[in-house]
Nanobody
Framework: QVQLVESGGGLVQAGDSLRLSCAAS????????MGWFRQAPGQEREFVAA????????NYTDSLKGRFTISRDSAKNTVYLQMNNLKREDTAVYYC????????????????????WGQGTQVTVSS
């Protein structure tokens, strides 16, 4: 399985932007569809965004469309989450996840579909 390490979290003010990175180990990154999830204190881990192996297909939770953008750089074995106009309710631990697939187009939005997880990175948005 691929190993995942997130980075880029921090303390920001409402309205600021952050870009999270998730570095994957191994030479098989191109065969993994990727996703971002987040978990606020006392809440369930929820889906944020997903991207296919080719990078051509993406999916977002409805409430975040237009503010968050997922992308991947296969040459760097890295997936990104660009977060703009951050709000207090975006405060959470953000996790990246990976699922192997032979499909170049399929995206995965269910937590249970993913097989590899990073350790998470904290994002705190102050007002």
């Amino acid at each position: 399985q691929v190993q995942l390490v997130e980075s880029g979290g921090g303390l920001v003010q409402a309205g600021d932007s952050l870009r999270l990175s998730c570095a994957a180990s191994g030479r098989t990154f191109k065969y993994y569809a990727m996703g971002w999830f987040r978990q606020a204190p006392g809440q369930e881990r929820e889906f944020v965004a997903a991207i296919s192996t080719s990078g051509g297909n993406t999916n977002y939770t409805d409430s975040l469309k237009g503010r968050f953008t997922i992308s991947r750089d296969s040459a760097k074995n890295t997936v990104y989450l660009q977060m703009n106009n951050l709000k207090r309710e975006d405060t959470a631990v953000y996790y990246c996840a990976a699922v192997p697939t032979i499909s170049s187009r399929q995206v995965f939005t269910s937590r249970g579909e993913y097989v590899s997880w990073g350790q998470g990175t904290q994002v705190t948005v102050s007002s």
